[in-house]
């Protein structure tokens, strides 16, 4: 434990707020004894799962002695659980309690007592449920958050080690029922692979440490990469699907996880192996159209070469508008009537008032529409035009079409113009914006 003590001494000063998880077991009260020498601003974070008859007790014996050393106690019951992964929504749970306490006390850092035996038996259960490079690593001895930083000192200590220091400074803690029980698999891997491990190389703790700082060293290094990568193929929720094909298989595989890091911030417990692989299938599909449902509502539409993630909310229903001087529109965007403009791409259009009727709309699609596209002659289904310029189906309901009184369609904005449409040197009496 003495080169415990002088890891924390390196970097805790003495007057910094700490946030420590504790639940009373030998692990996390080892640690919180530790921690108290070490910093004079302790917070025992306590989570009462609220799963087993002993949880209450536990509770109360982890409060007492913090009592007992003069430590602050802040502790919160989990009442109601909805996920059908207990151990995932349990974590959630736990972490959203320590970062609302670092908001608290504006602490620096956040210790928990996860030990090198633990290390083991998480690559162990990864390696056998399948996971990705980071996973196989098991976890960081140190992880930089926003705001704070995560510590697990005891990493490179087993369990036994632990369990020799609570006896020797009389450290008392409770025992968990649970750990017994065969049911969870990591108890099956603590009572049954780890002593033969432990058995084969005394030093396995050691071994699996440095192997699991390998990994995170390649992690690092290939997240490094397909960041740099991801900015090119990925932008606005779109996936870019050809730029993303001529990528190695595993920087795509870590694109796409990059990419549900981002959709889904502190719910992405949600996501497992097989959404990885999902989202895969629809990539590399044949059919030109096509989605797939994700969790939290997410949902991610392929159209041809692009795939677009889109959170689910009320559909936008059929519009109508009159443009009289600038109408904002129900997808974000505007159509504005402007003075003057140098543009003359598509989502400019000048309208001579002669050749139009007066007033003009905006309207959502109807079964049919066709218009006379510029420079071609007769006219073109507004669908044919969607399609020629990959618009993803959900996009085509709430396309603006702009037409005049007579419901001639003079303008696509943002895709093609009309044969109403005038260039710079035409006379025109109006210039409308899309944006």
């Known amino acids: 434990m003495d080169s415990v003590i002088t890891y924390l001494k390196k970097i805790i000063k003495p007057n910094d707020y700490v946030i420590v998880g504790v639940s009373g077991g030998p692990d996390s009260m080892a640690l919180?004894?530790?921690?108290?020498?070490?910093?004079?601003?302790?917070?025992?974070?306590?989570?009462?799962?609220?799963?087993?008859?002993?949880?209450?007790?536990?509770?109360?014996?982890?409060?007492?002695?913090?009592?007992?050393?003069?430590?602050?106690?802040?502790?919160?019951?989990?009442?109601?659980?909805n996920n059908e992964n207990f151990h995932q929504e349990a974590r959630h749970i736990r972490y959203q309690f320590f970062e609302d306490l670092i908001k608290k006390y504006h602490a620096k850092y956040l210790l928990t007592a996860h030990h090198g035996d633990d290390l083991i038996e998480t690559i162990l259960m990864r390696i056998t449920r399948g996971s990705t490079l980071k996973g196989y690593s098991g976890f960081s001895k140190e992880i930089d958050k926003e705001n704070y930083k995560i510590l697990k000192p005891l990493i490179e200590l087993t369990k036994d080690e632990i369990?020799?220091?609570?006896?020797k400074n009389n450290i008392?803690?409770?025992?968990?029922?649970?750990?017994?029980?065969?049911?969870?698999?990591?108890?099956?891997?603590?009572?049954?692979?780890?002593?033969?491990?432990?058995?084969?190389?005394a030093n396995i703790v050691h071994k699996f440490y440095?192997?699991?700082?390998?990994?995170?060293?390649?992690?690092?290094?290939?997240?490094?990469?397909?960041?740099?990568?991801?900015?090119?193929?990925?932008?606005?929720r779109v996936l870019d699907i050809d730029l993303f094909k001529e990528n190695d298989q595993i920087i795509q595989k870590e694109i796409l996880y990059l990419i549900f890091q981002e959709l889904y911030k502190r719910d992405l417990y949600y996501i497992t192996e097989r959404h990885i692989n999902l989202l895969s299938d629809l990539i590399y599909s044949k059919k030109a159209n096509s989605m797939i449902y994700l969790p939290n509502k997410i949902s991610a539409f392929k159209s041809y070469n692009l795939?677009?993630?889109?959170?689910?909310?009320?559909?936008?229903?059929s519009y109508e508008f009159e443009l009289k001087d600038k109408v904002n529109l129900p997808n974000g965007k505007n159509i504005e009537i402007i003075n003057e403009c140098e543009e003359d791409d598509n989502f400019i259009c000048r309208l001579n008032l002669d050749q139009v009727k007066w007033p003009l709309f905006i309207r959502t699609r109807h079964n049919g529409d066709k218009m006379e596209v510029k420079?071609?002659?007769?006219?073109?289904k507004i669908n044919d035009i969607f399609i020629d310029n990959k618009i993803p189906i959900k996009q085509r309901n709430s396309w603006p079409i702009v037409t005049d009184?007579?419901?001639?369609?003079?303008?696509?904005?943002g895709l093609k113009k009309s044969k109403f449409d005038k260039i710079k040197k035409e006379k025109y009496d109006i210039i409308l914006k899309y944006y």
């Open 210 to 236: 440095q192997y699991s700082k390998t990994l995170q060293n390649y992690d690092k290094y290939i997240k490094k990469i397909s960041n740099e990568i991801k900015k090119n193929v990925y932008n606005n």
């Open 32 to 81: 919180l004894t530790v921690l108290k020498n070490v910093s004079t601003n302790v917070i025992c974070a306590h989570v009462n799962h609220n799963v087993r008859v002993e949880s209450k007790d536990e509770e109360k014996f982890v409060k007492n002695y913090c009592q007992k050393i003069n430590v602050t106690f802040e502790s919160m019951t989990i009442k109601n659980y």
């Open 172 to 201: 008392d803690y409770v025992i968990d029922s649970s750990n017994n029980k065969d049911t969870y698999t990591r108890n099956r891997f603590r009572k049954n692979v780890l002593p033969f491990l432990k058995k084969e190389n």
């Open 307 to 317: 795939v677009a993630f889109e959170k689910e909310t009320e559909e936008i229903k």
């Open 163 to 167: 369990i020799a220091f609570n006896k």
């Open 405 to 413: 009184s007579n419901g001639i369609i003079i303008w696509l904005p």
């Open 375 to 380: 420079k071609l002659a007769g006219h073109k």
